[in-house]
């Protein structure tokens, strides 16, 4: 039987009760998972001085597997955007060099660039970011850095959508 794909979470980091997305920069996965419903569910809203200097933010989410099938999530398991980015903005997604069920070191702050993360961004299955260590049983999960960046000048955005980050994977 195949993984419903509707039980691979994304929860939050900073600390195991964290509930604030604005924390979510390393550290220890935390219980609460990621809104899939929620306005600036994991960035907060690029302000208008924001958008003329230009700003680049950092989060980490941990993907998890939430489905109680033996054989887990299986490789090919893939990570891509599946919808596009505001004009004069960028998403990139990179995984946690700390690897399968592993705590990633927080950085700094939401501006801090984590160390040793490719990002790419990837807008196909062809072109997703692989994950690591597949299969995924029951409650194991992985790192998932995000990063986007507002370029200098970028029209202040009026609309309330947001780039969706997709997964792709046998047994799901």
């Known amino acids: ?24 920069i390393g550290g220890a996965k935390s219980s609460v998972a990621v809104s899939a419903t929620a306005l600036h569910n994991i960035f907060d809203a ?37 919808t596009s980015p505001a004009a004069g903005q960028t998403i ?27 990002f ?3 807008v196909s299955k062809a072109t997703g970011v692989p994950l690591t260590g597949t299969p995924y049983t029951e409650g194991q999960y992985i790192g998932v850095w995000l990063r986007v960046v507002t370029t200098a000048g970028a029209a202040k955005r009026t609309t309330s959508g947001a780039p969706v980050l997709r997964l792709q994977a046998d047994g799901a």
């Open 1 to 24: 039987m195949a993984i419903d794909i509707a039980n691979i979470k994304y929860y939050l980091s900073g600390g195991a009760s964290n509930s604030d997305p604005l924390l979510s």
């Open 120 to 122: 790419t961004s990837p």
């Open 46 to 82: 690029v302000t208008g001085d924001e958008a003329v200097a230009g700003v680049t933010r950092y989060r980490l989410v941990y993907l998890q597997n939430d489905d109680d099938d033996a054989s887990g999530l299986l490789a090919p398991a893939v990570l891509w955007w599946s």
């Open 92 to 118: 990139a997604v990179g995984l946690a060099h700390a690897g399968k069920g592993a705590v990633e070191d927080a950085i700094a702050d939401e501006n801090t660039a984590p160390a040793d993360v490719t």
